[in-house]
């Protein structure tokens, strides 16, 4: 069998050059294969995966923003984000932006606020 | 214009074994609009990694699902293995493949049993599961339980195979091989089931990309992606070709399905004639410190397990994607335009798995 | 103590189980384990379920689902939970989410312990449910008649005074 297992790329880059980059895989019809979010010292990260699955490269982008910081949604170049997005929203309190189709945190419909923010 | 009506369907449904609930809007017979509503399964075990050490959460991965059970704790061992840097022996990693293309064979026959059902064949759904018991029965020979298996752990595996385990794989695999030659025609070749499934909930390639489908589900719109070759575990050494369907029905995806299984079954006959001596378990020293993407192809699609760690014992972030998370958006668009009476299978046909979307 | 004897009727629900043991009940249910030769049937339909089988522990989002399809079993009904996460939460206990044991939320009957619950407990659970059925339909006949009598009774005293119609 081929083997194709690139290195991940993973790519930091600032909140306003989010569409842009997003845009840009969209064109090279790559996949969005998930995106999530994480906690560390006090800062989100973020990270939305793409695959290519002939090649099997995966790049990653990497946004590190602060809690109220805001993000516009990709849901415009990958529609099917929107679980995604709606999911980091409810448990990390992501402040996404212009969701196509928002649950407005009720996703899990969970009693806590954010609970993945430790306090 | 015809009269427009909301059915709810679930989170109890004879059809469903888990629950999900969707707001079917319907114009007459004709499904228009579906919109999901998820979360009756959530437990938040990711958070999980704040009170249990990254060795313990191997077992708390594990009952993320009692079906995947064992592919996901072998995808968190992996994540955790590559960002320590640890290779496993050789041993270890072809037990691996060999319990996780038994995993694959149960899951999908599993499947077709419950499709069977969908579809009202119940004496195809028996048999289907009575030949799903046989796989269990190996599984409880080598490992000791039935559904969560617990022998992962970050470094290798904790139990072995002798020869004689083995041997009896390679029989019960045949015996699974001859008795499923028999129930394909009647899954492909059976007009009633035909016409159950043919043209039913199409998918178009384009359609499959666009929204981020994966797995079986996409490879029946013919593309092209299985995980496996990325090369993890013992995948690099063996020969397999991607299965894929062109037509994107649900009948092609479970002709995608069956010949899954028979893939599976070659998988464990190659794995057993090449498995090497050894070692079961590397040392595993230090904590972890980085973050690692890991991608394995679970019977019902990409998923993925990404572990961040900080130098600590207790890791900051452990997140898992699961394939019908991924599917979902596809599940709604062949929805639209589906007949009322098609939704249930229709949902069958993505393989949902409720507990491992929603954690 | 009735005549014939009750077959009851099982309903399954999953409250946040991880599916071991939801596969395990239907696998109780096929031909290999059968369950249903002690006389039950499973059904999709809680208005007509006697013996009610919960898997999984409850989250704050089912249980208003687990608490209404308790509801809507006639009585009398019998609950068995199963596995260890409907039995106490299991190892998903300390998660934000869960609430906790299935008894958190209705009246538990019977525990069936494991994880994921063996087959041949579940089984034992299932024919311990169907006898403690028996009983509770024992009961409540009897409960129903000495009720009929009694209501007599009254009638008939009401007739010597005169104030029955």
């Known amino acids: 069998m081929v083997i194709k297992n690139p290195e991940h790329v993973i790519r930091e880059i600032t909140p306003d050059r989010l569409l842009g980059e997003v845009m840009a895989f969209k064109n090279a019809k790559l996949r969005l294969s998930q995106a999530c979010c994480a906690y560390s010292e006090e800062k989100l990260h973020v990270s939305y995966s793409f695959a290519n699955d002939d090649t099997n490269e995966y790049t990653i982008l990497r946004l590190v923003i602060d809690k109220d910081t805001e993000v516009c949604s990709i849901t415009e170049f990958y529609p099917y984000a929107f679980l995604y997005e709606n999911e980091m929203k409810e448990l990390f309190g992501v402040n996404i932006q212009m969701i196509n189709l928002d649950y407005e945190n009720k996703l899990y419909r969970i009693n806590e606020e954010a609970p993945f923010i430790k306090k | ?359 | 103590m009735g005549i014939v004897k009750r077959s009851p009727w099982l309903l399954h629900y999953d409250g946040s189980s991880c599916n071991g043991c939801d596969i395990e009940v239907l696998a109780c249910l096929t031909p290999v384990y059968d369950a249903e030769r002690f006389g039950i049937i499973n059904t999709g339909d809680p208005m007509q379920a006697d013996i009610f089988l919960i898997t999984g522990g409850i989250n704050t989002q089912n249980q208003a689902v687990v608490k209404q399809l308790y509801d809507q079993m006639p009585s009398p009904k019998v609950v068995v939970a199963v596995g260890v996460c409907a039995c106490t939460g299991g190892v998903f206990k300390e998660c934000y989410n869960i609430i906790g044991g299935a008894d958190t939320t209705i009246p538990v009957d019977i525990y069936v312990p494991g994880c994921a619950a063996r087959p041949q407990a579940i089984i034992d659970g299932i024919i311990k449910a169907v006898a403690l059925f028996q009983e509770r339909a024992d009961e409540q006949e009897a409960n129903q008649k000495g009720q009929k009598t009694e209501n007599a009774a009254l009638n008939e005293a009401g007739k010597e005074t005169g104030n029955g119609n």
């Open chain 2, 1 to 359: 214009m015809a009269k427009q009506s909301i059915v709810p369907f679930g989170p109890q449904h004879p059809v469903l074994p888990e629950p999900i609930h969707l707001d079917l809007v319907l114009e007459d017979e004709k499904v228009v609009k579906a919109i999901p509503s998820i979360g009756f399964v959530h437990r938040g075990l990711e958070s999980l990694v704040e009170k249990k050490d990254f060795n313990e959460m191997t077992y708390v991965v594990e009952r993320t699902c009692g079906i995947c059970s064992f592919m996901h704790g072998m995808g968190y061992c992996e994540s955790i293995e590559h960002i320590m840097n640890v290779e496993i022996p050789d041993r270890a990693k072809y037990l691996r493949t060999i319990w996780a293309e038994l995993s694959r064979i149960h899951s999908h026959l599993l499947w077709l049993g419950l499709l069977a059902d969908a579809f009202g064949f119940e004496s195809l759904f028996y048999q289907c599961w009575r030949m799903r018991e046989k796989v269990l029965d190996v599984f409880e020979l080598t490992t000791g339980g039935r559904c969560i298996f617990s022998v992962n752990k970050v470094g290798g595996v904790l139990k072995d195979m002798d020869a004689e385990m083995l041997k009896v794989m390679l029989d019960v695999t045949a015996g699974i091989e001859e008795e499923l030659k028999v129930i394909k025609k009647t899954f492909l070749f059976d007009y009633t089931v035909e016409s159950r499934l043919k043209g039913v909930g199409v998918l178009t390639k384009e359609q499959a990309h666009n929204l981020g489908a994966a797995g079986p589900f996409a490879r029946a719109s013919g593309i092209k992606m299985d995980m496996r070759t990325t090369g993890y575990a013992a995948y690099k050494d063996l020969d397999m070709e991607i299965i894929t369907s062109e037509a994107g029905d649900s009948f092609a995806r479970c002709e995608v399905r069956i010949n899954e299984i028979f893939q599976a079954i070659d998988l464990i006959r190659q794995a057993i004639s090449k498995i090497p001596g050894g070692e079961l378990s590397a040392v595993v020293k230090g904590n972890p410190n980085g973050e690692y993407f890991m991608r394995v192809e679970q019977p019902r699609g990409e998923a993925i397990y990404y572990s961040k760690a900080n130098g600590s014992k207790f890791l900051e972030r452990m997140r898992i994607r699961t394939p019908t998370f991924a599917n979902i958006p596809s599940l709604l668009e062949t929805l639209k335009g589906a007949d009322f009476a098609d939704v249930p299978l229709l949902i069958v046909t993505i393989d949902p798995c409720i507990s491992c979307t929603e954690r």
